[in-house]
């Protein structure tokens, strides 16, 4: 694996940020996922659904597809494995690795590691690295630490995501339903699904299956291949290696200048060392001047010949400064530095008192005077604590024996007043709400009047409402009254007799009075 090649921004990134560069890397390389993908994975679909038809038990068929499923994430793994280093894969090349590529561990994950809730983040150490079992089960150990959470979540999330999709997918056509039909369908569909299942609504939910793990099963692959990469880089430093690896490239660049700038600036030092060298052989007395140096300077002290060359020098000044340079303190120094580091001992170190002052007789009176009245204050205040307890003990020893609770308050039932309404609807409609009304039975009377509104609904529009029909199928069957005025007055009277009986709502004596008298208006009845 070359990571110089990576076609990513390598860094140590927060587990977040891996499995967000993960789905980066699925949506760069989206066609070179989705093609193979689809291709392959379809005639599967196909295969399996007919072995279901033939089974009589389609069930089998989606279990099947789904346990399927780390087999067919190899397809983004390898996509993206390969377009991180920048040579994404063409369809052809990823349909013909599918035979002989990543079979070595997926064998395990399709067995006892199908459940395991870190798929997404385990499988590339099987898959992209090599070594035996037991070194691959070190790998996964340390590369799983960290991150192992995270991967669990993610698994959760997709699980999730699939989940909800097919729901909409099945949402989805009931939203083409007619609102009037919608009962009906639903309760028509219950029965479907209970009883006896036609094979066309098992393939339907199969495909909703499919296309949700589709959708879904890449970014999964994608941000656990995220996560690897992330945990890499912090336990190997591959963001410090490929650093390296960039600075030794360019000065691998520069290495001819530096070799040409180092012989020109060489060659005139050369050439004087040699030059010193001759001097030093023919005149012998500027040894005593090497021999006066330090003797720390020992063999490899340099002359002042060698040093100025064959021009004349004070040898004289420049030994007195050299032996003043080797005389400064700082020069080869030395300093001590402690610290403090806690001994583990349980034996406490034995204290000497010899080195403390006496603090003479009266001092010492003292200092035991206050500590005997600063305990005897302590033992009053605790004497005080138990007397306050001992006298309120009747309070809280109770909730100790476990009977103290607080009883509380029985609330008493709630009075319900069941709406008594006469089989046969009285001549005088109007009149027997204004008595119920005034009597202080406002329910009653707006269940007398929603009642005969639909009496007048039944005729008027000519329909046959079921027993025990809802206000929503009275408002539905009022749309087919010849007349605007009476459907929006049996309207307003659903929405005066709903707002009683659900909400609480009480109509005042005004807006009562205005609608006995709309309803007299327009329907005829007697006031």
């Known amino acids: 694996m070359r990571i110089d090649q990576l076609d990513v921004a390598l860094r140590a990134r927060s587990q977040w940020e891996a499995m967000e560069l993960g789905t980066a890397l699925v949506r760069r390389h989206a066609g070179a996922i989705w093609k193979p993908w689809v291709l392959l994975t379809l005639p599967v679909f196909a295969l399996l659904n007919l072995l279901g038809w033939w089974l009589d038990n389609f069930w089998v068929s989606s279990f099947i597809l789904w346990w399927l499923k780390p087999a067919f994430e190899r397809i983004p793994l390898y996509v993206i494995s390969r377009g991180a280093f920048g040579a994404e894969p063409t369809t052809g090349q990823t349909l013909r690795a599918q035979w002989n590529w990543g079979w070595r561990g997926v064998g395990a994950y399709l067995g006892w590691r199908r459940l395991s809730p870190a798929r997404s983040l385990l499988m590339p150490v099987d898959l992209l690295e090599g070594g035996d079992a037991s070194q691959r089960r070190g790998r996964r150990h340390a590369l799983g630490g960290a991150a192992y959470g995270h991967a669990a979540l993610l698994t959760w999330v997709c699980w999730h995501f699939e989940a909800m999709l097919q729901f909409a997918g099945v949402a989805l056509i009931f939203m083409f339903v007619p609102v009037e039909l919608l009962s009906e369908s639903l309760r028509a569909t219950w029965e479907l699904i209970g009883q006896d299942t036609p094979a066309w609504a098992w393939i339907g939910f199969n495909l909703l299956a499919w296309l949700a793990m589709t959708m879904i099963s890449p970014f999964y692959s994608g941000a656990g291949f995220g996560l690897y990469l992330n945990r890499r880089t912090q336990l190997e430093a591959w963001d410090v290696e490929i650093a390296f690896r960039r600075l030794r490239e360019r000065v691998a660049g520069l290495a001819p200048m530096l070799v040409l700038l180092l012989a020109v600036f060489a060659l005139p030092s050369l050439q004087a060392r040699a030059q010193d060298s001759a001097d030093t052989q023919n005149q012998g007395n500027h040894k005593d001047a090497a021999e006066a140096l330090p003797e720390s300077a020992g063999a490899a002290a340099i002359t002042p010949q060698q040093l100025f060359g064959a021009a004349p020098a004070d040898t004289a000044g420049f030994r007195q400064a050299a032996a003043r340079a080797y005389e400064d303190p700082q020069l080869g120094a030395k300093r001590s530095v402690t610290r403090w580091v806690r001994k583990a001992s349980d034996k406490k170190p ?178």
């Not at 009266?362 to 302590?378: P, Q, R, T, Y």
């Not at 929503?472 to 009254?481: D, E, G, N, V, Y």
């Open 350 to 527: 034995d204290t000497d008192d010899s080195d403390k002052p006496d603090p003479g007789p009266i001092l010492g009176a003292i200092a035991k005077f206050a500590a005997l009245i600063g305990e005897s204050i302590l033992w009053i205040l605790l004497g005080a604590l138990l007397v306050a307890l001992a006298l309120t003990a009747r309070w809280w020893l109770p909730w100790f024996r476990g009977d103290g609770r607080r009883s509380r308050d029985v609330q008493a039932p709630a009075l319900q007043e069941a709406l008594q309404l006469p089989e046969v609807l009285p001549p005088d409609i109007l009149g027997s709400a204004r008595r119920l009304w005034r009597e202080g039975k406002p329910r009653h009377a707006l269940a007398l009047l929603y009642r005969a509104s639909v009496e007048v609904l039944v005729e008027r529009s000519n329909v046959v409402l079921p027993p025990g029909a809802t206000e929503a199928q009275c408002l539905r069957a009022s749309r087919k009254m010849p007349q605007e005025a009476d459907r929006n007055l049996f309207a307003r009277m659903v929405r005066f007799w709903q707002y009683a009986a659900y909400a609480g709502r009480l109509p005042s004596d005004e807006e009562f009075d205005a609608l006995i008298k709309e309803l007299h208006q327009q329907y005829g009845w007697p006031a």
